[in-house]
């Protein structure tokens, strides 16, 4: 079966697509057409998580996204300029706020930074985590009826699973918001710069 694509912006034009739209849009953010990359600098105090071991709710950062319906794959590769811990930036699948996906490196300050997919059902969020050291990432994630797979990799490696889950919200290929998204959970300061955002259908979506 052929790969279609059904969506993908390379951030080559000062305006974005009309198609994405901003939820908790940060106040810092911008297209920079000579390096054709989304320039995203988060608020401070943004997160999305909900309750569990930390006990806290969290559903302000920012994410830029489209309506997708069906079996699909999305795929972003982003470059990272974190300053505090927690500082995060990748894809999110969202259907309400207790129930989404969501894939980044996370920051840290005094041991190694961790790439990592958050899966909240039920308004409990919980965290997988593999140690990260580069500077560059892409993030990958499948979904297949309500299941997704979650995949990662540094450039010209092989795609490596991070999470294979189900959401619980997600009724019968019903339509979801997917996009990039990105955080400061502790100070602002951080930046993000993603290189494109692809959504494809087809063979392996």
Known sequence: MQMNTIFETLFDSALLDPRLEWMNPPSRWAVDVKESVLVVEPDTETDFWQRTHYGFRADNGSFLHLTLEGDFRMHTRVRLQPRHRYDQAGL????????????SVEHETEQPSVVG??????AYSDWSTQEFHGEAVEFQITRTGADYVVQWREAG????QLRMCHLHEDHSR?????GLYAC????????AKFEH??????AGA
């Open 92 to 103: 999110m699948v969202r259907i309400s706020p207790d129930c989404w996906i969501k894939t």
């Open 174 to 178: 019903s339509p979801v918001l997917g």
């Open 184 to 191: 400061c959970p502790k100070r602002s300061g951080f930046v």
């Open 157 to 160: 490696s092989k795609w490596l």
């Open 117 to 122: 997919a958050v899966v909240t059902n039920f």
């Open 197 to 202: 955002l692809a959504v494809h259908t087809g």
